[in-house]
């Protein structure tokens, strides 16, 4: 079974800048689209970007030119280097295939202040 663990999340004020990590086991990541996603406070949770396996990307239009998802497929992680952050990114941020087809993880909370 595909397990997932998220870090990387934390406290920052609006305009700063955190990196998450998404280590997910299994030998065939390099084979999947993965994706970034995350649930606000009394929100559902929502697609924030994706990573095909040619490496061909796609952003939320509230991320775009501010969120950059990457991958590493020789260390089965995924990564999503966040800039100029504003307090509506404050989420619960998990990693899973896209669609989504894993159990989801515990996720990696990211909290903006203003």
């Known amino acids: 079974q595909v397990q997932l663990v998220e870090s990387g999340g934390g406290l920052v004020r609006a305009g700063g800048s955190l990196r998450l990590s998404c280590a997910r086991s299994?030998?065939?990541?390099?084979?999947?689209?993965m994706g970034w996603y995350r649930q606000a406070p009394g929100k559902q949770r929502e697609l924030v970007a994706t990573?095909?396996?040619?490496?061909?990307?796609y952003y939320t239009d509230s991320v775009k030119g501010r969120f950059t998802i990457s991958r590493d497929n020789a260390k089965n992680t995924l990564y999503l280097h966040m800039v100029s952050l504003k307090p509506e990114d404050t989420a619960v941020y998990y990693c899973?295939?896209?669609?989504?087809?894993?159990?989801w993880g515990q996720g990696t909370q990211v909290t903006v202040s203003s």
């Open positions: 899973n295939r896209r669609p989504a087809a894993y159990t």
């Open positions: 299994g030998i065939d990541f390099g084979l999947v689209a």
């Open positions: 990573i095909d396996t040619s490496g061909s990307t």
